[in-house]
């Protein structure tokens, strides 16, 4: 049997999101579903919800949409993450309701126009996004014929009066639990990363996004004692159908109050299970080495990984217990999933070799969304592990380095774009979805990416750079926070540079007394350092400081394109 076919855990597959949750509801019907604060004045209490309780309120809420006339209609949700979001979003899966979550971080006007694009007939939203709303419901062009504030707004329908009302109207008829849901009907609309405007809608189905579920459990292992920390914005299928993996597992999900508090929060609520993007991994990461070395033990702890990693040869596995007050520093912390990018090798390692699970995940929005990941039995640094149970692969226009373009067929592949037929031609073909990533696979078939077809750079004598790989590499430079390396055009040909952020935390300690010429004549120092480990045609030849933020996606992605735009401009100023 290869690797990538083995399966771990019994699940059994479900077609519709619905029979997922109560499938849950029926085996864990009295685990905490949900921890949720209330601040009232200087006072914060904790309010617990069961699995029955929050089973109870979807259909109290579903009946209300339902008796709204919204069933096969569209319910948009914006808000930052919250338990009425997921109440929403779940209500909308057991109405028949096709749901579509929006992106608290977008502009207004963006914002403005996902909702025009989705020809949205009712809206739930927060008090930080009201006065977009305010401006909408005067608009000639809006369909939305329910505005439905989480905070209770008085000048809106308010979503505990729905609640209310949803309750009084399933306790007279509770037929809304033998609704038909078909299963591959459309059921969710989704944002790709983006600007609105340049942005795809993904079409997804109950059936899309349930078997996405079921292959998951088969190789993950999820407990129902794990506490999750929804960090991921719900907006994101990443974040959206991992909550429902945690629904579907019997864990308990808190909120965060923000990223400055993720390590307070983790503590609060003992997490075991946090999904995350490298960015914050890496961040968790490097404030436990800042804590271990404050207290001079990383030699110490150097040493007691590789002990503990020599003992695992034997089955031996004590690295829990080794590593007891850093883990309980971290709430208790198992299992780590790193998605949306490449994760640091070192990081993964680090977190591994001190008994916290963390491996990497692969996926994309038309996939609804995991494609591959490793898991507990199967891990390899760098790579992403294996496809799916239920996922087909194969690499295109492979080289002869072996890289190619990753394409898949899977279950849990979109519908297509929302009514454009033409980008959905592009990437769908014959079942096969063309993801535009660059990948290989070793001896033993891991899968390693290594960047997107239409960032790669190919020089004049047909060389192929992918940006990725030199990133990664720079981001390890003590003064950088982050970078995007791309491709000047030179004469007929491409010359490599880099954009890089400086880590200002790292400056003010370590380089506070140089001026900003010396500090970026230090930095291109490092750089050549890099140039010296790589082959002569990789080498940065150019570097490029940004003072400011870049500009990204709310999944904190560099947008590639934006970011060129923004270059080209700085430089045709620069020649006045």
Known sequence: MKLREEIFFDYPVFDTVKDVILYTLERYPNNKAFIVKEKNEDKVSYKDITYREFVNQVYF?????????????KIGIISKNRYEWVLAFVACFFSDVVVVPLDKGLTPEEIENSVFRAELDAIVFD??????????????????????????????????????????????????????????????????????????????SQFNIARNISDMHLVEDFRPTDVNLAFLPLHHTFGSTGELIMLSTGITTAFPDGLRYIKQNLKEYNVTFFVGVPLLVEAIYKNVEKEIAKQGKTKMVKFMRKFCKFLLLFNIDIRRKVFKQIIDELGGLRFVISGAAALDKEVEAGFNEMGILTVQGYGMTEASPVIAAENYKHRRYGSIGFQMPSVEIRIDDKGEDGIGELVVKA?????????DLEKTQEVLKHGWLHTGDLVYQDKDEFIYIVGRKKDMIVLKNGKKIFPDELEVMINKLDLVKECMVFGLPKDDDVSLAVKVKYDDEVVSRDYKDLSEEELNK???????????????????????????????????????????????????????
């Open 61 to 73: 809420l579903a009946t209300e949409f339902n008796h709204l006339g919204f069933r096969r209609k």
């Open 127 to 204: 008090e930080a996004t009201k006065e977009v709303f305010d401006k909408i419901r005067k608009d000639e062009k809006s369909n939305i014929k329910e505005y439905i504030s989480m905070d209770n707004n008085p000048n809106y329908t308010c979503f505990n009066d729905l609640l209310e009302e949803g309750k009084e109207l399933f306790e007279k008829d509770d037929s809304i639990k033998d609704i038909e849901i078909d299963p591959y009907a459309l059921s969710e609309l989704v944002f790709t990363s983006g600007t609105s405007a340049e942005s795809k809608v993904v079409m997804l």
């Open 522 to 576: 230090e930095l291109w120092k490092q750089i050549k350092e890099v140039n010296q480990r790589i082959p002569k045609y990789k080498y940065i030849k150019h570097l490029f400081v940004e003072k400011g933020e870049f500009i990204k996606t709310t999944t904190n992605k560099i947008k590639r394109q934006e970011e060129m735009k923004k270059i080209k401009k700085e430089k045709e100023v620069d020649k006045l």
């Open 411 to 419: 279950p849990n592949v979109m519908m297509g774009y929302y009514k």
